[in-house]
């Protein structure tokens, strides 16, 4: 298993700023994920963190607007850019252990509110 | 590419009475079905997977679920809700064993009621 820690677990911003979301793992995990989880919807990929290499985004998600880094196999954040009210959300850290594993563990999210 | 249905928004049960959530899939291939609970503020939390074998899949907290691939379903089941139950109930499809990218359904959300 693996425990996920995310910071912080909340934040107010002002629209035109920027956050940058840091998540820990106990453990080295071979891939992270980093979701949205906007008001009243479900939870959506945003994109994967690699080790090492560039993290690989979904369709509607880029990188200037979610810059991700991923610096060893332990720790990764996400910034949310140049916010607008809707980017108003919970994010959410996700780890998959081990190449061959059954079960992504979960951080208990950060919830955004931009004004 | 996949997709997770979850036909009911809101859910009210009362304490000690049966429960079903229901989750409809739709992939292409071997589907890795997942439910997962978040409590208010909380995380995730995994309730159980299913990958292959025995189509009813027991979990944590006295859940279990059936997998029917002739329905594309994936239906959570209680047999006697506590309240400590109430919460946001996801299913989600994986998109491959070893490839925890999921797809997630829009949630149940349970109220348990005295």
């Known amino acids: 298993s693996a425990v996920i820690s995310q910071k912080p677990s909340r934040d107010i911003c002002q629209r035109g700023t920027s956050l940058t979301i840091q998540c820990q793992v106990d453990?080295?995990?071979?891939?992270m994920f980093w979701y949205r989880q906007q008001p009243g919807q479900s939870l959506t990929l945003i994109a994967t963190?690699?080790?090492?290499?560039?993290?690989?985004?979904e369709s509607g998600f880029v990188i200037d607007k979610f810059p991700i880094s991923r610096p060893n196999l332990t720790f990764s954040t996400l910034t949310v850019s140049n916010m607008s009210p809707e980017d108003s959300s919970i994010y959410l850290c996700s780890a998959q252990v081990g190449a061959q594993t059954t079960e992504a563990f979960f951080g208990q999210g950060t919830r955004l509110t931009v004004v | 590419a996949q997709s997770v249905t979850q036909p009911d928004i809101h859910i009210t049960v009362s304490e000690g009475a049966s429960l079903e959530l229901r989750c409809n899939y739709s992939?292409?291939?071997?589907?890795?079905l997942f439910w997962y609970v978040q409590s208010p503020g909380q995380g995730l939390q995994l309730l159980l997977k299913y990958f292959s074998g025995d189509t009813l899949v027991q979990g944590i907290k006295g859940f279990e679920a059936e997998f029917k691939r002739s329905q594309s379903s994936f239906n959570l089941r209680k047999p006697s809700v506590h309240w400590s139950d109430a919460a946001e109930y996801f299913c989600a499809v994986g998109r491959g064993f070893g490839n925890e990218k999921l797809t997630f359904g829009t949630g149940t959300r349970l109220t348990i009621i005295p």
């Open positions: 992939y292409g291939a071997t589907p890795y």
């Open positions: 963190a690699n080790q090492g290499s560039e993290a690989t985004y």
């Open positions: 453990s080295q995990v071979t891939m």
